[in-house]
């Protein structure tokens, strides 16, 4: 379903969700139950005005929403949900005023619980690693009254 639909999740990943479309979140990656994305620095993103490095809070923003793109993966249809249960951030090094990519891959996959671990780069080199849980609801459509 990805490779059929790609050029239709990757204008909704990019263009559909306003915080994306904020930062220039652009999708590299997509296979099911893996995402990597490349996000360009911008000014308004600064958490240190004295050394010019990322907000860490952006950082996390952004692998929360790579877990949950990882997680959308295994959709199937437009209307399943997925809710962040708790996001876990541990941060390495400073980000420079530079574009960061970050990875998201799928762990677990249950009933109702997705786990994920997401990764963060810049220049080659791990700045940042999460662990994201989420409530992945599916909408079964043929058992809807």
Request: proline share 1%; hydrophobic share 45%; charged share 30%.
């Amino acid at each position: 379903m990805i490779e059929k639909n790609i050029g239709f999740i990757k204008q909704i990943i990019e263009e559909g969700i306003p915080v994306h479309k904020f930062l220039g979140l652009k999708l590299l990656e997509l296979v099911k139950g893996f995402v990597k994305v490349k996000v360009p620095f911008r000014d308004e993103i600064v958490g240190d005005m004295r050394t010019n490095r990322w907000h860490g809070g952006i950082i996390a923003t952004i692998m929360d929403s790579v877990g949950g793109i990882a997680g959308s993966t295994h959709f199937t249809s437009l209307e399943d949900k997925l809710v962040t249960i708790d996001l876990r951030i541990d941060y390495l090094k400073g980000a420079e005023a530079s574009e960061i990519i970050v990875e998201g891959k799928i762990v677990r996959l249950g009933n109702r619980i997705l786990v994920t671990k997401m990764k963060a780069f810049q220049n080659d080199e791990l700045i940042a690693e999460g662990k994201g849980v989420y409530n992945f609801i599916r909408i079964n459509k043929s058992t809807e009254k």
